[in-house]
């Protein structure tokens, strides 16, 4: 069974401060994404991944924004330094690769810069 | 411009009744759509998929529509219960390189008893 484990669940940091989410797509399906949600709105994406390989990362802000997925399993999203405005929930979810297959979302992870 | 529009508004129903949350777009051709539930907190969970060519979808008491020609998909919960109470989102499969998905905001539904 599909399932997407996300940490930490809720960090509070200061602008300008570096932060750093984990995924971990234990069913280990090849194709990974991280989207942002913004309170009230839908998911927005940021980077998908077909293996260890970005293979879209158009949405992904590269000034502030690093993401890696090393061996192609665990994924890791980076924010150096953070803004207020990059406040949101961040969502790993994993696909079965398909042209129409649904997404397995984990919990997320809260940020919250002040 | 594009977009994707769902009731900005929670809908409020009693329990027992249909509920009915509609996804409307502009200037998409989705070869599919999607709808997930998202309660608070938690990650959006899959519901149902159906594709440009088919007009219905039925998965329990879940009924799903699809028209291109209107542009809107409708998304049906018979016989609701106090726990559908979530945000539903719907998502659009748009050719980009790849089929990718692109959500809407999500209509809240709450059903009272």
């Known amino acids: 069974e599909a399932g997407v484990v996300q940490s930490p669940r809720y960090k509070i940091i200061e602008k300008k401060q570096p932060v750093a989410f984990w995924c971990n797509p234990i069913s280990g399906h090849n194709t990974l994404y991280w989207y942002r949600q913004n309170l009230g709105q839908g998911p927005e994406l940021l980077i998908r991944y077909e293996n260890e390989e970005a293979v879209d990362d158009s949405q992904l802000p590269k000034d502030r924004f690093s993401a890696e997925r090393l061996k192609g399993v665990d994924s890791t999203l980076k924010i150096q330094p953070a803004e207020l405005g990059d406040s949101a929930v961040y969502l790993c979810?994993?696909?079965?690769?398909?042209?129409?297959?649904?997404?397995?979302f984990g919990e997320g992870s809260r940020l919250t810069v002040l | 411009s594009q977009k994707i529009e769902q009731n900005s508004e929670a809908l409020n129903i009693q329990e027992g009744k249909t509920a009915t949350l509609t996804c409307n777009y502009t200037n998409y051709s989705p070869a599919y759509l999607q709808w997930y539930r998202q309660d608070p907190g938690r990650g959006p969970v899959f519901l149902l998929l159906i594709r440009e060519n088919e007009k219905e979808k039925r998965k329990e008491r879940l009924k799903v529509t699809f028209d291109t020609t209107l542009k809107q998909s409708l998304f049906h919960i018979t016989a609701s219960q106090p726990a559908d109470s979530a945000t539903y989102l719907c998502a659009l499969g748009v050719s980009g390189g790849y089929n990718k998905l692109i959500f809407g905001a999500g209509t809240r539904l709450a059903v009272h008893p």
């Open positions: 979810a994993e696909g079965q690769g398909t042209n129409t297959g649904e997404l397995f």
